[in-house]
């Protein structure tokens, strides 16, 4: 089968602004996008660029925003999208490198503002810090984040404003407050009790939706938002 | 790059429509909010109060009120949908499409309650 893919182009040096340029692919509808733009790659456009690592749904490399939704190019199937021109463009609102390939250095930066690891003040325990399974349940979902940069670009809070610590940098911080055997919650509470934080989400869910690990964003946000209204600090 | 611009290209879903719709709502209850006042503060002066009175009793502004009441109950029933996302947190968000559409068939037949006895009156 024939597809017909439409990629967003953009090359610094040359382009004044990003064009749409067309290839035609022989592919599988078993086939991933990302199997396509290899295809592209090695057999019509070597100029292409995207970020790609393993293939598997699980390195968070080759989010980019297939059809007007992002998600990870490896783990979109053809016979899964809309018969058609399949429209790839790179992820909305962050600076563009080159092509598909985007800036992410400013959502790292908000990353590593939540504290992204554990914090015990405690003694230091011979073996390791004990966790029972009914509250490893609790972080459970939100440990699975491969940070994709997804959900964070798909939000219209995130595009109306720079700052906003954005869905993935909160799920971080839920993961670590909600863990028991770290003492630093209200820290991190306190952080994303900011004007740029929590209360910055207007339940739109388009991070819901773009998550290619199915984690219920906006509803671990919210259980964010009820702990700093219900916990005095 | 340009930044700090609504992504029109992004794909709508149940989530989205009930925001912007959100949005919209609240920004006519507001709008609605000042006229009210305006046509309420001219109370103390009766007769250019009947004559507003008189004024606002023209067709359009009945279809007007009728929109009205359309907009408060969306903008009611969506306002509980994201309490129920505020108050059960993850439980609430994985329903939130159900919740959505849930709001809706309950505002249409709210909206028809409200609707058909004033139309009733308008016609008589």
């Known amino acids: 089968m024939k597809v017909t893919f439409k990629i967003q182009k953009f090359n610094p040096e040359n382009d004044t602004k990003p064009y749409m340029k067309e290839y035609t692919v022989a592919t599988h509808p078993n086939a991933a996008v990302l199997d396509c733009l290899n295809d592209i790659r090695w057999h019509q456009d070597e100029t292409l660029s995207f970020r790609r690592s393993c293939g598997h749904a699980i390195c968070g490399s080759c989010a980019m925003n297939v059809n007007g939704k992002n998600g990870l190019a490896c783990q979109t199937l053809i016979k899964d999208l809309k018969q058609g021109v399949i429209t790839v463009r790179p992820l909305p609102s962050f600076p563009i490198i080159k092509d598909l390939v985007v800036d992410l250095d400013k959502f790292y930066a908000k990353f590593s503002k939540v504290i992204p690891y554990l914090n015990n003040d405690g003694p230091v325990p011979e073996k390791e810090r004990i966790q029972l399974p009914e509250q490893q349940k609790i972080i459970e979902e939100s440990t699975t984040c491969i940070l994709c940069a997804s959900c964070t670009s798909s939000c219209p809070s995130f595009w109306a404003d720079d700052d906003y610590l954005g869905p ?45 690990k199915d984690i219920n964003i906006t509803g671990h946000i919210a259980e964010l938002k009820l702990a700093l209204v219900t916990t005095k600090m | 790059m340009k930044k700090n611009v609504y992504e029109p290209r992004y794909r709508y879903h149940a989530g989205t429509v009930a925001w912007i719709l959100h949005r919209l709502s609240g920004l006519a209850l507001i709008l609605y909010l000042a006229m009210h006042i305006w046509v309420i503060h001219h109370l103390n002066r009766p007769l250019d109060f009947n004559n ?42 994985a329903v939130q499409k159900q919740m959505f559409w849930g709001a809706v068939v309950l505002g249409v037949v709210v909206f028809a309650a409200g609707a058909i006895p004033f139309v009733g009156t308008m016609i008589k």
């Open chain 1, 168 to 212: 993935a940098a909160l799920v971080k911080a839920f993961r670590y407050v909600f863990d028991t055997r770290d003492t630093t919650a209200e820290k991190r509470l306190k952080m994303v009790n900011d004007k740029n934080g929590v209360f910055r989400c207007h339940t739109i869910f388009n991070c819901n939706e773009a998550c290619p």
């Open chain 2, 52 to 93: 507003i009175m008189a004024f606002l009793n023209e067709p359009v502004f009945k279809i007007l009120e009728l929109g009205l009441w359309g907009v408060i109950v969306y903008h009611a029933l969506n306002g509980l949908r994201i309490i129920m996302i505020d108050f059960f947190t993850r439980k609430g968000a």
